[in-house]
């Protein structure tokens, strides 16, 4: 079983940064590809971000620009640097995980790090 544990979330005032990271407990060059998500209060959740094993990264329209994904393999820990942050950003970030074995698809989820921007 595939544990992820994210970090680095807080309350930071708008303009600001955090970076977020989800740890794996096994090595994630496993992993087909690696997203975070988030869900603010009474609404669906939505994706972020995503990269893929050989280091593609795409993001919803609302945070290019701003938010930036990256894997470092050797550390098993995938992050989400986030600047310029706006409080429509206010919300708990989830990592997820795909691995896709004998053609089966596996997904991992953690248990998420609430992120707030204060105005």
């Known amino acids: 079983q595939v544990q992820l544990v994210e970090s680095g979330g807080g309350l930071v005032q708008a303009g600001g940064s955090l970076r977020l990271s989800c740890a794996a407990s096994r090595n994630i060059f496993s992993f087909n590809a690696i997203h975070w998500y988030r869900q603010a209060p009474g609404k669906q959740r939505e994706f972020v971000a995503t990269i893929t094993g050989g280091g593609s990264s795409d993001y919803v329209d609302s945070v290019k620009g701003r938010f930036t994904i990256s894997r470092d393999n050797a550390k098993n820990t995938a992050y989400l640097q986030m600047n310029s942050l706006k409080p429509d950003d206010t919300a708990v970030y989830y990592c997820?995980?795909?691995?896709?074995?004998?053609?089966?698809?596996?997904?991992?989820w953690g248990q998420g790090t609430q992120v707030t921007v204060s105005s």
């Open positions: 997820r995980a795909d691995q896709l074995i004998l053609g089966k698809l596996y997904i991992y």
